[in-house]
């Protein structure tokens, strides 16, 4: 719902990784954050690299005149996030003819579903199946839906057999970026989680390995090293 964050979480550094792919395939990109706000250094980064940032009062306002008066240029709608693609699908389908891609990070409601499962709280139950709601309109009406992960895209399938579903890598890298992480990561044998604490699962996550699974490791590897990086880290992390 803002320009990509792509140092501070991973929905962030998709997206970044994913504008940069568009431009390699020499697609011209004009991005819209809901928030509509020049986040900087983000939003300078993305207009150096060719990408035109929508933001400011007037857009926020006239969004859709705008795209009632362009529309007919855009080839595709790459839509991320349920609570912000559901605000904009519908413009896309009134005022232009073009492909419409969900890209789903996560399947909210079956996320919230499991952590209903544990917690037996009402609230959970209700807001999942609120996102159900709202995710699987999303999936009917887009065009392409993408998500990450096989269990994800299988699930899908099982409800969606006629959608085109595509599991996709969650960053996109040139060969030259890749050789520059192997070569920074040569030699070297302790472990590194990277992830935004906002995100609830990662702190659940984090905690559940360090209790669970780390001591059987250090047990075997006295000398291994765990590294935790991330926005947010609430004081448990």
């Known amino acids: 719902h803002y320009v990509p964050h792509f140092d501070r979480d991973a929905g962030g550094r998709c997206t970044f990784t994913y504008i940069k792919l568009f431009l390699r395939l020499g697609l011209r990109v004009i991005f819209v954050g809901d928030n509509y706000f020049p986040h900087q250094p ?10 035109e940032v929508l933001y400011g009062s007037w857009y926020q306002g006239h969004f859709a005149e705008w795209l009632k008066d362009y529309g007919k240029y855009i ?7 349920p609570h912000i693609a559901c605000k904009y699908i519908d413009l896309f389908r009134r005022h232009s003819a073009a492909k419409i891609i969900y890209f789903g990070h996560d399947l909210h409601f079956l996320r919230e579903m499991r952590q209903y499962e544990l ?12 996102s ?6 999303l999936f009917r009406e887009a065009d392409v839906v993408h998500v990450v992960g096989s ?3 299988g699930y899908l399938r099982e409800l969606l057999p006629e959608k085109p579903i595509r599991n996709i890598p969650l960053y996109v890298y040139t060969d030259a970026e890749l050789e520059r992480r192997e070569r920074s990561c040569a030699g070297t044998a302790d472990l590194l989680f990277v992830g935004g604490f906002g995100h609830q ?9 360090v209790q669970e699974i780390w ?23």
Not at 42 to 51: D, N, R
Not at 201 to 209: I, R, S
């Open 201 to 209: 699962p990662n702190a659940d996550g984090v905690l559940w390995f």
């Open 132 to 137: 159900k709601e709202q995710e699987m309109r």
């Open 119 to 130: 917690e037996k709280n009402p609230a959970l139950l209700a807001e999942a199946n609120r």
């Open 75 to 81: 080839d595709y709608a790459y839509l991320n996030r």
């Open 42 to 51: 983000y939003t300078s980064e993305l207009e150096q690299l060719g990408v």
């Open 151 to 153: 269990y994800e895209e």
């Open 215 to 237: 001591p059987t490791i250090v047990a075997a590897l006295p000398q291994i090293r765990l590294t935790i990086v991330g926005s947010n880290a609430p004081p448990a992390i």
